[in-house]
């Protein structure tokens, strides 16, 4: 009666509702992750990504041990080498959790005919990384929102589930079974390099279960009080990190809310409840760009909004070089993009920073700037990313037409005292703060310090790309 838990990213085994659900039909439940040449392949996958998804690996093996049972490992497309797994096993069933990813939606869709060929059960529609399916929140007219602050009232106004048990007592497989396995294609977990892929610095978040619950109480018990106010300063450690674990499903989301709810219940003023509730709406955009994708799987490939369909950008190679490398002569925007290379994560305002200047003031489409993201990021995710650079290009669901970010005031806004710039441009370290800031630095100056000259003019680029908006529109 043995069934087959396909672990994708819900690398965890608290809180794992289709886990949960495949424990309470039988005892004998072993996990399997399938390392997919189809995803591991792809020119776009971080180094960095790679490593703290086999770290959260290593650790799901041994919870998998100490509750019993065990995780298996295969390689291959996963349409053939899932069923070829259960069936070598006897499987009953093959439980997974679903996903909004258009490649995910179709695997998982030749996934089930090949298990019904076989007369294998598999567990329906169940969204465990998301609080609320997507069917679950659409407009008065059933349609599926494309603007936030509509989809948050009716979202936050739901009842959400509580956390569910774990995998117990488990019952492992025999050697007998071990051995099917094998020749079914189950290997030792390899490493990060044994797969090509080479991070040398240090993890700056610490994959796996115990080290996401761990963030999480110490973010919802200190932080998050003070979040609306320090969330937008990036030298200042104030947003919760846990990206990477909501993206791999280190953690279990209901397991986020129930912290979030409780951190409620202690906090003793108007001003902590509204940090609290700042953070609930980050996770509610979380769902808003997953629901999105899911509901317009198109999003993936261009531009939501008509506007910026066929919109003409420069797609200069040497100035999109220059973002990558973070010599763009703009201070702020560069101090972002070695942030990101160095450390394969970004505080968001940043984000926000270096997109906008990518598209509107070097004029280059955003999905080069996606697809760089994507390939450097700890937390990258299809979803998310692709919501905050549709959002940064004003080419996605965002109800204000265009907005342009000043790298200077955005400087000066958030980075007040010049603390994140000199940590990341140590070249500038000597600047006077007000000059660092405005990026008012004199043509000497900067060749002094090894530093470039701004290799775009804001003002003039901003201009140019209203007029091509304006003539786009019309
Ligand atoms: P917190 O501020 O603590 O937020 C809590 C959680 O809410 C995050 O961990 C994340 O899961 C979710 N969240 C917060 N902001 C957003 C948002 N704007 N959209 C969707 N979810 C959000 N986030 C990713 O997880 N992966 C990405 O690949 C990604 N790419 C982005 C690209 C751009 C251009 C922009 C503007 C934003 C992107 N974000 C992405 C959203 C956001 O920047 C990160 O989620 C956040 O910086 C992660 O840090 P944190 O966990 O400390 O966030």
Redesign the pocket.
């Known amino acids: 009666d043995l069934i087959l838990f396909w672990h994708r990213r819900d690398l965890r085994i608290s809180d794992n509702t289709g886990l949960a659900a495949a424990r309470s039909q039988s005892q004998k439940v072993v996990g399997v992750f399938c390392l997919d040449p189809n995803i591991l392949e792809r020119d776009d996958v971080a180094a960095v990504r790679v490593t703290y998804m086999i770290g959260c690996l290593q650790q799901l093996q041994q919870r998998y041990a100490e509750a019993g049972s065990q995780l298996l490992i295969i390689q291959g497309n996963p349409t053939q080498a899932i069923p070829k797994l259960a069936t070598a096993l006897n499987a009953r069933a093959v439980f997974w959790n679903w996903d909004v990813e258009p490649y995910s939606q179709e695997r998982d869709r030749t996934v089930i005919e090949s298990l019904q060929e076989k007369g294998i059960a598999f567990l329906e529609k169940n969204w465990d990384q998301l609080l609320h399916a997507p069917e679950d929140i659409v407009t008065g007219a059933n349609q599926p929102y494309t603007v936030y602050s509509p989809f948050w009232r009716n979202w936050s106004s739901k009842p959400k589930a509580e956390p569910v048990a774990t995998l117990q007592d488990a019952i492992a497989l025999t050697a007998a079974e071990q051995e099917q396995a094998k020749q079914a294609g189950a290997i030792p977990l390899p490493t990060a390099k044994d797969l090509g892929f080479n991070w040398e610095n240090e993890l700056v978040i610490a994959p796996g279960e115990a080290a996401a619950q761990e963030r999480l109480e110490e ?1 919802t018990q200190n932080a998050i009080n003070e ?1 609306k106010e320090q ?1 937008n300063f990036p030298a200042v450690n104030g ?9 791999f499903g280190a953690i279990g989301i209901r397991t986020v809310w129930k912290a979030t709810k409780e951190a409620l219940e202690n906090s003793r003023s108007d001003e902590v409840e509204t940090s609290i509730v700042g ?1 609930q709406q ?2 509610a ?2 769902e ?2 997953q629901h999105a994708l899911y509901n317009f799987p198109e999003l993936a490939i261009g531009a939501y909004r008509e506007t910026f369909k066929n919109f003409p950008y420069d797609n200069n190679e040497e100035h999109f070089q220059a973002w990558c490398e973070g010599r763009t002569g703009y201070p702020i925007v560069d101090a972002a993009m070695r942030q990101m290379n160095e450390l394969g ?4 305002r940043c ?2 920073i ?2 906008s200047f990518l598209t509107k003031d070097l004029l280059i489409d955003p999905r080069l ?2 697809k760089y ?2 390939q450097r ?1 700890i ?7 692709n ?3 549709q ?2 290009a004003s080419s996605g669901m965002d109800p204000k037409p265009v907005r342009i970010f000043n790298p200077a005031s955005q400087a000066q806004k958030f980075d007040p005292e010049g603390e994140y710039i000199r940590e990341w441009l140590p070249e500038l370290r000597s600047v006077d703060t007000e000059f660092l800031i405005s990026g008012n630095i004199s043509a000497e100056e900067r060749d002094a310090l090894g530093y470039p000259m701004p290799i775009v003019d804001h003002k003039k680029q901003q201009r140019i790309f209203k007029e091509r908006y304006q003539q786009q529109k019309s």
Do not use: C, P
């Open positions: 973010f979040y969330r947003t919760s990190q846990l990206s990477a674990a909501l993206k953070w980050e996770l955009w979380r808003f760009y994560w970004m505080h968001n984000r926000m270096v997109a700037g996606e993201f994507y990021l937390d990258g995710d299809i979803s998310a990313n919501g905050g650079w959002w940064s």
